[in-house]
């Protein structure tokens, strides 16, 4: 499962799920986010992975059923869920239909007309991960231009625009908000 001391790697320019979902645990492990902020981030991700059906689990009711894998087994992860849910331990699986999978099997998200959003916040969560090492961010940027956007400097030019518009309307209301 995840290695919560390890550092992200600033020369992986793909928008990988589980490479930001480690790095985010990390930063929760490390106190830099409060637990509300993990738990968020946890089930924006998890919601991710249910989506793409291309991932096996580790843990499936049928090889309990078989007694292809100990039911105490089953039993460690059903407890560390409960502990999660009462907020006292991290998790990195999640359960789909019984069966359970690992947070951490590589996801390459790319962009294409039905995720915009979702990729939007990925896209911000990963730039988040270079403020601690800029030197890396040009190359960042210019991959994602090559491979999300078609070499269109233009239409990256516009998605920029528009988080960029989200971060500030967000700004507005919360202060108008805040006001009543």
Do not use: H
């Amino acid at each position: 499962m995840a290695n919560f001391n390890s550092e992200p790697e600033y020369r992986y320019f793909e928008i990988n799920v589980s490479e930001i979902w480690e790095s985010e645990i990390k930063n929760y492990a490390n106190q830099k986010n409060s637990f509300e902020y993990y738990r968020s981030i946890y089930i924006f991700c998890r919601e991710l992975f249910l989506a793409n059906n291309s991932i096996k689990p580790f843990i499936t009711l049928k090889e309990i059923d078989t007694g292809e894998t100990d039911l105490k087994y089953l039993n460690i992860y059903r407890d560390k869920l409960s502990k999660w849910e009462n907020e006292k331990e991290l998790i990195d699986f999640y359960v789909k239909k019984g069966d359970f999978y690992d947070m951490n099997t590589e996801f390459i998200f790319d962009l294409n007309n039905n995720n915009k959003s979702e990729f939007a916040k990925l896209f911000v969560l990963k730039l988040n991960q270079y403020k601690d090492s800029i030197f890396y961010l040009n190359d960042f940027l210019e991959f994602q231009v090559n491979k999300n956007f078609n070499g269109s400097i233009l239409e990256f030019q516009k998605f920029k625009l528009i988080i960029n518009s989200q971060f500030i309307l967000d700004e507005i209301i919360d202060t108008e908000l805040n006001k009543f």
